[in-house]
């Protein structure tokens, strides 16, 4: 997958898996289309019989739409008789495989261009311009926000590898990156991923957006988000910095016939504070939850999995062979669903011998 494959559904052909693929009102989509009269009206509809998309109809997906509740609806467009099947808004778990693990689309969602690698806007006032290696000492001048730079090389030798980054000036013409005169060496920290005006709005700065990234009760600025789609249709957000070693995993998963899914990704603060107030005032439906701030689910690096289960569910005993091969560990007790990406820390454990950490009792 390349950054600029995203949104990841566009061209790929689907297969309608459920006999009753609804279609649906573009304006409301929970209210179904119905066949009226005057209509040709194939058997054995009638009158008022809601319209579907037959089982085995082969579409495209050209458009994705999500309701309040976070449910994903796309835009299915038949790719074979398409004079007598008719396409439209259905949902997405109509469609073999439920559109999982399909990447819908960055957030923020104004870009003067999206990622694609190497392509960074400068965030932090403090973005001190620095010499290179060893001390990567200040030169005493900043990185003004706002700036679009490119990133030519990151550091080799610090801890962690690429903690610094050298760049140069960029400008943006007709959608392509025009390199221009060297900067210097910066914190990796102090850049976002992307080339956006939002990053210099007070929203991107405020410690509760949707996009704010907080690490063990200490905001530490915001991310780039990816929406996907995960667990029973509904779209999660991942980090762009775990995006890939996710989008791996998942993979390498696949080949052996296993199909992992998120069924929690990044949460904004709010949905944490939802969490955790649930769970405190003891509501049904909620899980042990950290308190807003201090989860790894607003850092990035924490997925929740479909698992299913501890020894003996097909997917958790995936996990606990091959997970750390690709930076995946367990890290807290009784939650076989929660894996972290903290790839120097699942190399030690995969020397040992094991996949979670030593708190990590069942």
Known sequence: MTLTNIPSYLDKEFIISDNLAVLRNPKNLHQSIRYKKGE?????????SQKIIPLNTIVKVDEVKIDIARNVFVHAVPQHDTDVIEGGWTRATNLQGSFMNELIAFRP???DLVPQGDNYTAVDKKSIIRGGHPDYKSTGEIIPVGTYVEITARSRQTKPEGKY??????????????????IGWTVA????????KVFNTKDWKDKQSDNAAWNRGRWIGSKVLVGIVGTGGQLQHIALQTMQAYLDLMEAA???NIEISITSGFRTFAKQARLFNGWKKGKPGFNRAAKPGSSNHQNGIAFDLNTGGYDGAPVYDWMKVNATAHGFIRTVNREHWHWEYQPEKAAELRAEGTF???RVKK
Do not use: C, Q, Y
């Not at 040709?40 to 008022?48: A, E, L, N, S, W």
């Open 40 to 48: 040709d009206i194939p058997p054995p509809f009638r009158i008022g």
């Open 109 to 111: 969602s104004d870009w």
């Open 165 to 182: 980054v050298r760049v140069r000036h960029m400008t943006i013409e007709d959608g392509t990156m025009v390199p221009g005169e060297p």
């Open 189 to 196: 920290s102090n850049l976002a991923e992307g080339n956006s």
């Open 254 to 256: 696949r080949k052996d």
């Open 356 to 358: 979670k950490l030593k």
